[in-house]
């Protein structure tokens, strides 16, 4: 049975940094791409990062690209996403998605995504 577990939420004041984990079990971690999205109130999920089996290729949504960053250690089984310069509009519920890799293609469409994590929520503000 497949689980991934989102860690590293909390409330954080504007312009500070979290860094979340997703730790993937059930899987072979290093055959799969991995995606995070966030969930605002009120608001649809939405694409934030991904990247590759690999770790050589990522992507961004425009509205976080330059202040976060999207990374894994295949050796632990972990993606990361290291979130800087947060703001209000940060906040939202973060959730790690894994899809078995198709080369180094990254996807953005949550459809495309086969397992989720449960999320852990993050606060931006003051």
């Known amino acids: 049975q497949v689980h991934l577990v989102e860690s590293g939420g909390g409330v954080v004041q504007p312009e500070g940094s979290l860094r979340l984990s997703c730790a993937a079990s059930?899987?072979?971690?290093?055959?799969?791409?991995m995606g995070w999205f966030r969930q605002a109130p009120g608001k649809e999920r939405e694409f934030v990062a991904a990247v590759s089996w690999s770790g050589s290729n990522t992507y961004y949504a425009d509205s976080v690209k330059g202040r976060f960053t999207i990374s894994r250690d295949n050796a632990k089984n972990t993606v990361y996403l290291q979130m800087n310069s947060l703001e209000p509009e940060d906040t939202a519920v973060y959730y790690c998605?894994?899809?078995?890799?198709?080369?180094?293609?990254?996807?953005?469409?949550?459809?495309?995504?086969?397992?989720w994590g449960q999320g852990t929520q993050v606060t931006v503000s003051s």
């Open positions: 059930g899987l072979t971690f290093s055959w799969h791409n």
């Open positions: 998605a894994a899809v078995p890799r198709s080369g180094s293609y990254v996807y953005t469409s949550e459809e495309k995504y086969t397992y």
